[in-house]
C-alpha cells in the first residue's frame, strides 16, 4: 500500500461535488479488473482525503474477507502521518450484515466476526473481518440484500468500499448496485482498453454505476479519467 492523497486531491473534489446529493453518507466502490493495480492504495487513501474533510466519522470497508489488506496496510503504517488501527469494535451494527454464513452459525458464534477499528489521528474506521472466529466447515459470501449499509449511512460522513479485483472475486459485482458510484483503478501500460470497457460493462449490468477510472502508475501517479472524458 502507497499513500496517493496528494495525487488523488483532484478526484476528491471531483466525487464530492457528484455524490453530494446521495441520501445519507455516499458510498464509493473502488475496484479493478485485473490483480494488482492498487486498489487498496486508492481506496485508503481516498477515504483519509474524505476523513480530513467530513463532520462525521468515515468507514473503509474491505471486501476481501480472507486478507483484510487494507487493514493491515494501517497496520503498518502505510502513511507518514496517519497511526495504526486501534482497539476493535463491534461492526455488525445490531442488524442484518452484508454477508452470510453456511452452515448457519450456532447461536451467538456470529458476535464480532466483522470489527471496526478506530484509526489513530483521523475520525476513521477501518473494518477487519475475523476469519479465524469462522466454525470449522463455514463458509462466508457475500448479500446484496442487507440493512447494514443503509443503518451505516445514517451515522458516517461517507463510506468507501475496497473491493478486490473482477479478476479475483465477484464481491464487487454482487455490491456494485448499493454504491452510489464505482470507481475502476487502472494501471498505466497494462490494463487494455477493451478489459476496462468489459468491466465497466458488467458492473454497469448489476446495477452499478461507474463514474470513471483513476490510473495508477503514471507520471502523476494518479490521474483521474471521469466519464464524460474516458
Given at each position: 500500500m502507497r499513500d496517493l492523497r496528494e495525487d488523488l486531491d483532484p478526484v476528491w473534489r471531483?466525487?464530492?461535488?457528484r455524490l453530494?446529493?446521495?441520501?445519507?453518507?455516499?458510498?464509493l466502490m473502488f475496484t479493478s479488473a485485473l490483480l494488482g493495480e492498487g486498489v487498496t492504495s486508492m481506496a485508503a487513501s481516498f477515504a483519509c482525503l474524505a476523513a480530513r474533510r467530513s463532520d462525521k466519522p468515515v468507514w473503509l470497508v474491505d471486501l476481501d474477507l480472507r486478507q483484510n489488506q487494507a487493514y493491515r496496510g494501517f497496520?503498518?503504517?502505510f502513511a507518514r502521518d496517519v497511526g495504526a488501527p486501534g482497539r476493535a469494535y463491534d461492526a455488525s451494527l445490531q442488524t442484518t450484515p452484508f454477508f452470510r454464513l453456511a452452515p448457519p452459525p450456532r447461536s451467538g458464534r456470529a458476535a464480532k466476526l466483522l470489527t471496526a477499528h478506530d484509526v489513530e489521528g483521523l475520525p476513521l474506521l477501518v473494518t477487519r473481518f475475523r476469519g479465524e472466529r469462522l466454525e470449522k466447515g463455514q463458509k462466508v459470501a457475500l448479500s446484496a440484500t442487507s440493512d447494514w449499509w443503509q443503518t451505516l449511512r445514517e451515522m458516517s460522513g461517507w463510506i468507501i468500499i475496497d473491493a478486490p479485483a473482477l479478476q479475483r472475486s465477484a464481491a464487487a459485482m454482487t455490491l456494485a448496485a448499493i454504491a452510489d458510484g464505482i470507481i475502476l483503478v487502472v494501471e498505466a501500460d497494462r490494463t487494455t482498453p477493451r478489459q476496462i470497457a468489459n468491466a465497466r460493462a458488467d458492473l454497469q449490468e448489476k446495477g452499478g454505476?461507474?463514474?470513471g477510472a483513476v490510473m495508477n502508475q503514471v507520471k502523476s501517479d494518479a490521474l483521474w479519467l471521469d466519464r464524460r472524458r474516458a
Open positions: 471531483s466525487l464530492r461535488r453530494s446529493g446521495a441520501d445519507g453518507a455516499p458510498i497496520e503498518r503504517g454505476q461507474v463514474l
